[in-house]
C-alpha cells in the first residue's frame, strides 16, 4: 500500500486548507485510514481516523470541533478539512492506514505512511 498526501502550505491564522490522502495498490484489506501531525520538538500527535467499513470519524482533542474530514471510496481518498487554524497547528501532517484492530490513536498500529506534508501556520 502507497500514500500520496498533500495540500500542506502556509496560511494565516484563522484559515482553512484541506489535505488529502490517496492509498494505491493493496487497498482491499484497509480498515482504517489516520492523521497524525508532528511539531518540531515535540511527539507526533493523532489528528483523525476514519474507518472504512462503517465511515465513523474520531477527532484528536486539540482538533474537535475546527477539523471534519471525509472520505472518496472510488478513488481511496480521504480529505482531512482543517478551519480555524492556529499557529499551534504548524506541523508536518502524516497519512497512515491499518488493515489490523488497534487504538485509532495509536500511530504504532499503523501499518502504512505517507511521505508528510508540512503545514504552516502564521499568526
Known amino acids: 500500500v502507497q500514500l500520496q498526501a498533500s495540500g500542506g502550505g502556509l496560511v494565516q491564522a484563522g484559515d482553512s486548507l484541506r489535505l488529502s490522502c490517496a492509498a494505491s495498490?493493496?487497498?482491499?484489506?484497509?480498515?482504517?485510514m489516520g492523521w497524525f501531525r508532528q511539531a518540531p520538538g515535540k511527539e507526533r500527535e493523532f489528528v483523525a481516523a476514519?474507518?472504512?467499513?462503517?465511515?465513523?470519524?474520531y477527532y484528536g482533542d486539540s482538533v474537535k470541533g475546527r477539523f471534519t474530514a471525509s472520505r472518496d471510496n472510488a478513488k481511496n481518498t480521504l480529505y482531512p478539512q482543517m478551519n480555524s487554524l492556529k499557529p499551534e497547528d504548524t506541523a508536518v501532517y502524516y497519512c497512515?492506514?491499518?488493515?489490523?484492530?488497534?487504538?485509532?490513536?495509536?500511530?504504532?498500529?499503523?501499518?502504512?505512511w505517507g511521505q508528510g506534508t508540512l503545514v504552516t501556520v502564521s499568526s
Open positions: 476514519i474507518t472504512w467499513g462503517n465511515s465513523n470519524i
Open positions: 497512515a492506514a491499518k488493515s489490523r484492530a488497534g487504538v485509532l490513536a495509536n500511530q504504532h498500529s499503523y501499518d502504512y
Open positions: 495498490g493493496r487497498t482491499y484489506n484497509l480498515r482504517t
